[in-house]
């Protein structure tokens, strides 16, 4: 049977991540990749064993032989590259936040559709089996009625002044930081897992560098820790390294959550805790395969994945047996598998985030934005 042919946009850490990924399914080829230079799209084909390199992703873009494309580069360029992807009539997997702004969001989607192209937005964090499983409980009435969430997505990689990366200059990133590049995650996990949505927000926005140390060469996004002292400029800053938003859900649940690149000691900790009125559950990304159980009059349990003992909804998102461990590179394949499911046969179920969710991001971000500008709650349409 013919593989469906698709393409890598981007060399960096998602590059990475999205080519091996792909390389588990057997119904698709990772035919070529684009990179921001010749050199750094052929050392990055050299290692991955992609032979077809690129420095302009437009000539994979006017390529009849390719399907798809995978956007991996910074935030900025996700929307002029997805849009002239899907008006080439190209299958879309963008990375998250969508775009830089909200009316880009709209504007992309509105191009997907017209397209009739199948549009996908990374939210991968929602495929781990044990977020299935919050999911599955939830749907089957385990938790009762949904009265109180709350949560972080806590990371240190950002702590010092000498810490650097694309992320920070609000150019390349879009005005949020830690809100759009983790506090996306988290929003995304509750109203997936809750089913519910945010339909109104208070937030409150921290910079504590208000300039940073820039260095004079190039980081990739977790390598900052190789660089010395001396190699940095100080620039001013415009982005936040935290912040904090009340949250209300629905007609009734109530909440909130942190976002935070500062948190000494914290890698990729998003924390989800989701308290009903039969159960409480919660969840951190940094022990996958376990899932804590909150009772009010019997003792509370922790249970570890296991296919066998999974909800029946929840179980397709695990692939191996109790005991062996699935993780983050496991939930980009959950997700994939799904994308490329629906590229081979229409008629498949929508498994997985789309630019409908993108939008619904941007839009959050937008009100975090203005909430946290005015210094009140905002709601949320
Ligand atoms: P990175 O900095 O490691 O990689 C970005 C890559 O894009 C670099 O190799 C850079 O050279 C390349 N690039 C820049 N301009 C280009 C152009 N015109 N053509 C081709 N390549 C170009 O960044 P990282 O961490 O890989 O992030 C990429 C995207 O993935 C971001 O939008 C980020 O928010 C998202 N992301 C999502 C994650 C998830 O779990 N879903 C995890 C990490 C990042
Ligand atoms: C960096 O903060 C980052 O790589 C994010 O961009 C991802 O979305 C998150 O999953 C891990 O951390």
Redesign the pocket.
């Known amino acids: 049977m013919a593989r469906i042919k698709t393409a890598v ?7 990475r ?1 999205h080519t091996e990924a792909i390389r588990r399914l057997p119904n698709v080829e990772v035919v070529a990749v ?3 230079t010749e050199e ?1 799209a052929s050392s990055f084909g050299r290692q991955m064993g992609i032979p077809r390199t690129t ?1 302009d ?1 437009r000539e994979l873009l006017q390529d009849p032989e390719i399907q798809a494309v995978h956007i ?4 900025a ?2 929307y002029p590259i997805a849009k002239q992807a899907v008006e080439a009539g190209k299958h879309v997997l963008c ?3 969508m775009t830089l702004s909200l009316a880009e969001a709209k504007e992309l989607l509105e191009a997907a559709r017209k397209a009739g192209v199948v549009h996908c937005l ?4 929602r495929y781990y089996p044990m977020v299935q499983q919050m999911r599955a409980m939830r749907e089957a009435g385990e938790l009762g009625e949904i009265l109180v969430v709350q949560g972080t997505y806590s990371q240190d990689w950002l702590l010092y002044d000498t810490d650097w ?2 992320r920070i200059v609000s150019k390349e990133n879009g005005p949020l930081r830690a809100m759009g ?1 983790i506090g996306s ?1 988290w929003m995304d996990m509750v109203q997936h897992v809750t089913g519910l949505r945010i339909s109104s927000l208070c937030a409150d926005l921290m910079t504590f560098h208000k300039t940073r140390k820039r260095p004079k060469v190039d980081v ?2 977790f390598a900052g820790k190789t660089l010395r002292p001396e190699d940095y400029e100080e620039v001013p800053i415009d982005t936040e390294d935290y912040g904090a938003v009340l949250i209300r859900l629905g007609e009734r649940a109530r909440g909130c959550f942190t976002a935070s690149q500062v948190n000494t000691g914290c890698k990729n900790r998003l924390q989800i805790e989701i308290y009903g009125s039969k159960l409480g559950v919660m969840w951190n990304q940094e022990r996958p395969d376990e899932l804590w159980i909150g009772q009010r009059n019997s003792p509370n349990q922790i249970i570890v994945k296991d296919p066998a003992l999974m909800l029946e909804t929840a179980r397709s998102f695990a692939d191996l047996p109790g005991g062996h461990g699935e993780g ?1 590179d496991d939930a980009h394949k959950q997700v994939f598998r799904r994308f490329y499911r629906k590229i081979e046969d229409p008629s498949a179920p929508v498994e997985f985030p789309t630019f409908e969710d993108g939008v619904r991001g941007m839009l959050l971000l937008e009100k975090i934005l203005e909430s946290a500008r005015k210094g009140g709650w905002v709601d949320v349409e």
């Open positions: 946009i981007g060399t960096g850490f998602m590059g991540v684009a990179g921001l750094l420095a992703y991996c580069t910074p935030n360029l996700h990375e998250k936040p990374n939210h991968n964090l990366n694309w590049d995650h990739e996004t983050y």
